[in-house]
């Protein structure tokens, strides 16, 4: 059975950074394709970053230049960092672990996150 937790949400002011973790319970967890996506109120959840077993990385225009997605294979955990904050980044960010070619499509239970002074 596949886990995957984040941690690091909260409330961020605009202009912060935010650092958000996921640990997946996983075998073999290097040869996932890791990733974050979010969902704010009355929008569809939207790609953030993704990294693959390989680490090459993918960014949505929204966050790129601000923002830095890693993998510790050692620790089962992926990270998202994101810079200069802003109103909009505020969602339900949730991490994904796939090998979607084998139909495997694993979500974390999400991690509320807030922009606002």
């Known amino acids: 059975q596949v886990q995957l937790v984040e941690s690091g949400g909260g409330l961020v002011q605009p202009g912060g950074s935010l650092r958000l973790s996921c640990a997946a319970s996983?075998?073999?967890?290097?040869?996932?394709?890791m990733g974050w996506y979010r969902q704010a109120p009355g929008k569809q959840r939207e790609l953030v970053a993704e990294?693959?077993?390989?680490?090459?990385?993918n960014y949505a225009d929204s966050v790129k230049g601000r923002s830095t997605i890693s993998r510790d294979n050692a620790k089962n955990t992926v990270y998202l960092e994101i810079n200069s904050m802003k109103p909009e980044d505020t969602a339900v960010y949730y991490c994904?672990?796939?090998?979607?070619?084998?139909?495997?499509?694993?979500w974390g239970q999400g991690t509320q996150v807030t922009v606002s002074s």
């Open positions: 994904n672990a796939n090998r979607r070619a084998f139909g495997l499509d694993h």
């Open positions: 996983v075998t073999i967890f290097s040869i996932y394709t």
């Open positions: 990294i693959t077993g390989g680490y090459s990385t």
